[in-house]
Nanobody, 125 residues
Framework: QVQLVESGGRLVQAGDSLRLSCVAS????????MGWFRQAPGKEREFVGV????????YFADSVKGRFTISKDNTKNTLYLQMNSLKPEDTGNYYC??????????????????WGQGTQVSVSS
């Protein structure tokens, strides 16, 4: 049974930085792509970013490109999302996801097999 546990979300001010972590257990993440998604109140879950199996290739939504980065530490079975220059519109519940069907970049949420419970990020103006 794969479990993904996110942490690091909290209330911050616009312009601040925050790093989210996602620790996987029950299966190694070494060979698989992993992504981050977010969901704001009253809105659908949206893609934030993804990295491939070795973390060397990443892709981001236009709304966060240049501000967010993703890293993957396969030795710790952990995925990170570094968020800089945060904006109020970045507020939402952030989820990590694991795609055991692909090692490369996938943006569609339906392709992911496992999801965490989410961590709340709130950005005040």
């Amino acid at each position: 049974q794969v479990q993904l546990v996110e942490s690091g979300g909290r209330l911050v001010q616009a312009g601040d930085s925050l790093r989210l972590s996602c620790v996987a257990s029950g299966r190694t993440i070494y060979r698989f792509a992993m992504g981050w998604f977010r969901q704001a109140p009253g809105k659908e879950r949206e893609f934030v970013g993804v990295c491939n199996w070795n973390g060397r290739s990443t892709y981001f939504a236009d709304s966060v490109k240049g501000r967010f980065t993703i890293s993957k530490d396969n030795t710790k079975n952990t995925l990170y999302l570094q968020m800089n220059s945060l904006k109020p519109e970045d507020t939402g519940n952030y989820y990590c996801a694991l795609d055991t069907g692909s090692a490369e970049l996938v943006v569609l949420p339906g392709a992911y097999d496992y999801w965490g419970q989410g961590t709340q990020v709130s950005v005040s103006s």
